[in-house]
Each structure stands twice: as C-alpha cells, then as structure tokens.
C-alpha cells in the first residue's frame, strides 16, 4: 500500500512539470485566479483509499516584491487504511501572477515514517534554485544547496497551473510535448503526447476533457512506458478531472469529486 500511495503521488507530480515554452503554444491566463478549490478521490479498484485537494489562497501575497498566488496541494491516506501506510502531505508555492514563475516552494511530507521539511527559493534574477531541508534531529534548517536554473523557472505546482494554460487547440492529436520540473536536487524531463478528446463521467457529471499520456521511463512502480492515462477538462479552466495508472502491484487512480471558485463555469456534458 505504502508504494502504491507514493506512486499516486508521483503521478501528481509528473502532471505537474512545467511545459517548455519555447516550443509549445500558451494561452493568456484565464484558466485559474484566487478562491479555486479542487477535490479528487484516490482509489484502488473500488475502494477510496485517500483524497487530493488543490487549492487557492483567497488573497493575493507579495513575495521579493512580486504579487503572487499561494497554491497548495494535499494529500491524505483515508482513516481506514492509515493504520497499514498513513501519508499526509502538503506540496505548496508561491507564484507570480505575471510569469507564472515560482518565487518560493515548499513540501511537508509525512509518509508512514518518513519526514521532509523543505524550503526552495527561487533566484529568477539570478537563474539560481536555493533548497533547505530541515533536520529531522535538530528541527533546524541545514545548510542551502544552490543549483542553476533556467530562466522562470518553476516547481511542480506552477508547472502543473502552466499545463491549463497550453493552447491545445493548436497542438495536432500524437504530438508529443516535452515538460521540464525542478525536483529535490535537479531539472528533469519528461515527454507527454497529446492523444485526443474523450467525455469522462464523473460524480460531478459529464465532462468534455483532453486526453494526455506522459511517456514513462522504465522504472519500479510504473508497468510500462504507457501505464499513465491523465485528463483535463477541454474548457477555459483546463482543471484535472482524471489519472490512471497501472502499477506492478495495481491500478490506481484519481477522480475529481468537489470544486468551487472556478474562474469559469465548468462545463458539463448534457
């Protein structure tokens, strides 16, 4: 269980990579503003095994003189399970409405026995990623590690806000998209294809979405390069309704349950 639920999670991650602008088209944002919340079920077959929650902050902040969204995401097992794998994490950052570019992220992680409190700061002056992780002994803050970054660049929540606002009507069904996030200790890449249009049900309704498939590398917990299906609602708010994954010890997935805030009415398939 422990490995399945960590694998949900990378599942998020990976959807959250920023997609490199150089070669794809981007829209204005009018996808996403203050006051958005998304809920989602994480099951395991039929069995909600935990939830997601994506949310954000009603106001706006002012971070190294730059006005930005608060965005933060959730993750939490069900009480039910919590007892064989309990994860309760918060990923969250702090992103310039003008850029979209990160200011400052941070991750609270608590899976099972496992701790990371970390802090990253973004230089985009300098083209430089500060990370801190606090010592789970001292409780303090060691020493910064510094990294060169490209130009805005973004960690994996406003990479998964820049995913809404790629213009998919100008992307031809099989391109494939290359993306790009900062993790941990470096920038990694990765390859999405643009496969198509599919109406997903939902207990919300109907809804009209982009179909995605991120190409997996090989790897312990994904079967295969093609075991990651994702959707994203085909309107103004591009929000994610849906994520699939197979995995060598199962399959296990995501579905949107709750919203409110939405910039746009979500539209909904008759």
Not at 45 to 61: E, P, S, W, Y
Not at 163 to 177: E, H, M, Q, S
Request: proline residues 3%.
């Amino acid at each position: 269980m422990k490995k399945l639920l960590a694998g949900f999670f990378l599942i998020l991650g990976l959807c959250g990579f920023l997609v490199k602008q150089k070669t794809t088209p981007v829209t204005k944002n009018i996808s996403y503003g203050t006051g958005e919340e998304l809920e989602y079920r994480v099951n395991l077959a039929f069995f909600t095994v935990g939830k997601g929650i994506t949310k954000v902050d009603h106001k706006l902040h002012e971070i190294n003189s730059r006005t930005c969204y608060k965005v933060d995401a959730y993750g939490k097992t069900s009480d039910w399970i919590s007892w064989i794998s309990k994860f309760d994490d918060n990923w969250g950052a702090y992103i310039d409405t003008t850029s979209l570019g990160t200011q400052i992220a941070y991750r609270k992680l608590r899976e099972g026995s496992y701790r990371r409190d970390e802090v990253v700061n973004f230089d985009q002056t300098n083209n430089k990623v500060e990370v801190k992780v606090k010592n789970e002994k001292t409780g303090q803050y060691e020493n910064p590690k510094v990294y060169d970054g490209p130009k805005n660049a973004k960690d994996l929540v406003s990479g998964f806000l820049f995913l809404r606002i790629v213009d998919f009507a100008k992307i031809p069904v099989g391109d494939t998209i290359t993306i790009s996030g900062f993790l941990e200790n470096a920038f990694y890449d990765l390859k999405v294809i643009y496969t198509g249009k599919e109406v997903i049900h939902t207990r919300v309704g109907k809804i009209q979405c982009l179909r995605l498939r991120p190409v997996m590398p090989k790897n312990s917990m994904f079967d295969g390069e093609n075991s990651i299906q994702c959707w994203i609602s085909d309107d103004l708010n591009r929000i994610p309704v849906k994520i699939q994954a197979k995995m060598f010890i199962g399959s296990t997935g995501l579905e949107l349950i709750s919203f409110r805030g939405l910039r746009n009415q979500l539209k909904i398939v008759p």
